[in-house]
């Protein structure tokens, strides 16, 4: 199976600033990368797929970046509902797995 | 497009569910579509994967031999047979629309998810 790891778990910022979570695959997944945000209660909301596609409604501030093992997820000045938890997930293969997830709480 | 998951709630281990998840919104039989399931305070974990037509299926280690997956194209319905539950089942099971036109999914919709709870 191919493993997912997000880094930080949790993450403390402020409305405005620019932050950064990372994901690295334990194999090459080329391009094949997709990030969900989720807020609690709610189900996972696709960001964005193929690594750096943004979804058809998400807000420009979000991006994302990377091939092969290492990708980013940036979001560019955090607003107030960007609050959430974020998960990156390769579709390269099966099993389809999941990074354990990046909290971003408010500081 | 609405997904609406129905038929969890609390069963004992080693006891069956079936759960449905009805699609609306969208022309049903274009799309693949997933299990995916959370448990209480953790992560998402894919589960099952079908086809359009239900010719190709496939699981995670963890279900597979337990859960089954079909789909009713004609009821616009998605199905999981679950069998021989366990504790570590307990979890939100979501079902997710691949918006992909390959074997490279991209869940773009998700229902609200319905709770399967296994306890004696």
């Known amino acids: 199976d191919i493993q997912m790891t997000q880094s930080p778990s949790s993450l403390s910022a402020s409305v405005g600033d620019r932050v950064t979570i990372t994901c690295r695959a334990s194999?090459?997944?080329?391009?094949?990368l997709d990030w969900y945000q989720q807020k609690p209660g709610k189900a996972p909301k696709l960001l964005i797929y193929?690594?750096?596609t943004l979804e058809s409604g998400v807000p420009s501030r979000f991006s994302g970046s990377g091939s092969g093992t290492d990708f980013t997820l940036t979001i560019s000045s955090l607003q107030p509902e960007d609050f959430a938890t974020y998960y990156c997930?390769?579709?390269?293969?099966?099993?389809?797995?999941f990074g354990q997830g990046t909290k971003l709480e408010i500081k | 497009v609405q997904l609406v998951e129905s038929g969890g709630g609390l069963v004992k281990p080693g006891g069956s569910l079936r759960l449905s998840c009805a699609a609306s919104g969208f022309t049903f039989s274009d799309y693949y579509m997933s299990w995916i399931r959370q448990a209480p305070g953790k992560g998402l974990e894919w589960i099952s994967y079908?086809?359009?037509?239900?010719?190709?299926?496939y699981y995670a280690d963890s279900v597979k031999g337990r859960f089954t997956i079909s789909r009713d194209n004609a009821q616009n319905s998605l199905y999981l047979q679950m069998n021989s539950l366990r504790d570590d089942d307990t979890a939100v099971y979501y079902c997710a629309r691949d918006k992909s036109t390959s074997w490279y999914p991209d869940f773009d919709y998700w229902g609200l998810g319905t709770l399967v709870t296994v306890s004696s």
């Open positions: 194999q090459t997944i080329k391009t094949y």
């Open positions: 997930q390769q579709s390269y293969d099966t099993p389809y797995t």
């Open positions: 193929v690594a750096s």
């Open positions: 079908i086809s359009r037509s239900g010719g190709t299926i």
